[in-house]
């Protein structure tokens, strides 16, 4: 079981630049989450997915969009990166109740993003 | 809007001794969830204990427990027999339902050898 895998592990974009990162999971999970995390502060939910085939807005949506392709891959898109887009971000999944119910979410590794 | 606040942006402890980081809430729930969870150098996010607030008895995992005062809202997470393993960042999380996992500002604990 490699859990929660996120791709790439680091990226570095220009302004204006977009790009997608990708997030699987092999938990059977319904449940997906990407969160941003900026330098001494704790994870801030962008967007979620209770179960495949729908998303909602987080705490920090604005510039990003998601598709839940499958019940495994749920995945961020930035269309035109800002440098307050610089930030962490982690995907994390978690089953098999839906997002209200206390579960543990288990996290990928986090990828590093930085526009310039 | 539920808040959660870490009062100790940084602590330390030495190796063997014991530590406790604090926790403080803000909600007008009555049932949910409470959770600490450890992010090393790695950056790697893993969960370290969890509470239901339901539940009278405080949890325990090991080397690891809590003293959850729901009245007074807060969630202190106690490290017995530090080990420099422990070394990294730990988040307190709160959850409930019609809400989304809300983080606090984390305390980065340094185990000293």
């Known amino acids: 079981n490699a859990g929660v895998t996120q791709t790439p592990k680091f990226q570095v974009l220009k302004t204006g630049q977009s790009m997608t990162l990708q997030c699987a999971q092999d938990m059977n999970h319904n449940s997906m989450y990407w969160y941003r995390q900026d330098p001494g502060m704790g994870l801030r939910l962008i967007y979620y997915s209770a179960s495949e085939g729908t998303t909602d807005k987080g705490e920090v949506p604005n510039g990003y969009n998601v598709s839940r392709l499958n019940k495994r891959e749920f995945s961020l898109r930035l269309e035109s990166a800002a440098p307050s887009q610089t930030s962490v971000y982690f995907c994390?999944?978690?089953?098999?109740?839906?997002?209200?119910?206390?579960?543990?979410?288990?996290f990928g590794p986090g990828t590093r993003l930085t526009v310039l | 809007a539920q808040t959660v606040t870490q009062s100790q942006p940084e602590m330390s402890v030495q190796e063997a001794e014991t530590v406790t980081l604090s926790c403080t809430y803000d909600?007008?729930?009555?049932?949910?969830?409470l959770f600490w969870y450890k992010q090393p150098p790695s950056r790697q996010m893993i969960l370290v204990i969890r509470?239901?607030?339901?539940?009278?008895q405080n949890a325990t995992e090991n080397r690891f427990s809590v003293n959850f005062q729901k009245a007074a809202k807060s969630f202190s997470l106690k490290i017995s027999d530090s080990q420099l393993g422990d070394t990294a960042m730990y988040f307190c999380?709160?959850?409930?339902?019609?809400?989304?996992?809300?983080f606090g500002g984390g305390t980065r604990l340094m185990v000293k050898p």
């Open positions: 994390a999944s978690s089953g098999p109740r839906g997002p209200h119910s206390g579960d543990e979410q288990f």
């Open positions: 509470q239901e607030a339901y539940k009278q």
């Open positions: 999380a709160f959850y409930n339902a019609g809400n989304m996992l809300t």
């Open positions: 909600t007008s729930e009555n049932n949910y969830y």
